[in-house]
Nanobody
Framework: QVQLVESGGGSVQAGGSLRLSCARSGYIRGPYCMAWFRQAPGKEREEVAH????????FYVDSVKGRFTISLDNAKNTLYLQMNSLKPEDTATYYC????????????????????WGQGTQVTVSS
């Protein structure tokens, strides 16, 4: 059984930085796609970034390009999201997710396209 545990959220002022981590336990036959989603109150869950476990096939939603960086450490089974130049509109609960497909789509993905989810970590950016 796959479990995902996010950490690293918190409260920062606009312009600040945070690094989120997602530790995976349980076996998934690789390669596979991993993603970060976020959900603000009253809004749908949206994909922020994804990466294949081979380190390629990265994707970013337009609103975070140039500010966020997704990466992974396969030795530690950990996915990261480095968030710089944070804005109040980045405030949301951030979730990591994995799927079983061996590729990542070259487009934004919907939440239903991912199988496993963490419990989320809150990010609050004040102006």
């Amino acid at each position: 059984q796959v479990q995902l545990v996010e950490s690293g959220g918190g409260s920062v002022q606009a312009g600040g930085s945070l690094r989120l981590s997602c530790a995976r336990s349980g076996y998934i036959r690789g390669p596979y796609c991993m993603a970060w989603f976020r959900q603000a109150p009253g809004k749908e869950r949206e994909e922020v970034a994804h990466i294949r476990t081979t380190g390629d096939s990265t994707f970013y939603v337009d609103s975070v390009k140039g500010r966020f960086t997704i990466s992974l450490d396969n030795a530690k089974n950990t996915l990261y999201l480095q968030m710089n130049s944070l804005k109040p509109e980045d405030t949301a609960t951030y979730y990591c997710a994995t799927d079983r497909r061996s590729f990542c789509y070259a487009r934004t993905s919907a939440a239903y396209e991912y199988k496993d989810w963490g419990q989320g970590t809150q990010v609050t950016v004040s102006s």
